[in-house]
């Protein structure tokens, strides 16, 4: 991966758009889907799967299996997508959303939420996501492995 801030952000911005991609075609063929992911081997071949399970559980799961690749190396970015429901502030109903999580070895990371609304043989993504730098989830504990590294709390204050 180059250290250009420029690729990063094409890197984590491909991430997101393939994710969504996906959740897009799950959507369109069944109506919601289980937690997925796509991990970007150090040669940039991607590997995507979907979790056994749905909910929390097939998301945490997900999470823990990218981690143990992240501490091997064996990954140099990746992102998991799911759908969840959302509430915007002032509102009362949720709405439906896909979640994407993206992040790269070197620590940088994205929350994506994109909101969606599913009809008869239709889908569309509203206009505008909404996106948030976040603290590294899948590379944190490949990078407290390492020592001299700082730990996430530290970086980000």
């Known amino acids: 991966m ?4 420029h690729a990063k952000r094409f890197e984590i911005q491909r991430l997101v758009e393939r994710s969504l991609d996906l959740a897009r075609h799950a959507l369109l063929q069944q109506g919601s889907f289980l937690p997925g992911f796509i991990a970007v081997q150090p040669s940039g071949k991607y590997d995507i799967g979907v979790a056994a399970q749905g909910g929390n559980e097939g998301w945490n799961l997900l999470i823990t299996a990218l981690r143990q690749k992240a501490s091997a190396k064996q990954i140099r970015a990746a992102a998991v997508y799911r759908d969840v429901k959302v509430r915007a502030r002032g509102a009362t109903e949720d709405i439906d959303a896909v979640q994407v999580v993206a992040e790269l ?27 948030e730098l976040v603290p590294s989830v899948i590379f944190a504990e490949s990078d407290r492995s390492t020592p001299g590294t700082r730990r996430w709390w530290e970086f980000w204050k």
């Open 105 to 131: 070895a070197s620590g940088e990371a994205c929350n994506v939420f994109q909101i969606y609304r599913l009809g008869d043989e239709t889908l569309v993504f509203e206009e505008g996501r909404e996106v």
């Open 2 to 5: 180059s250290k250009d801030p």
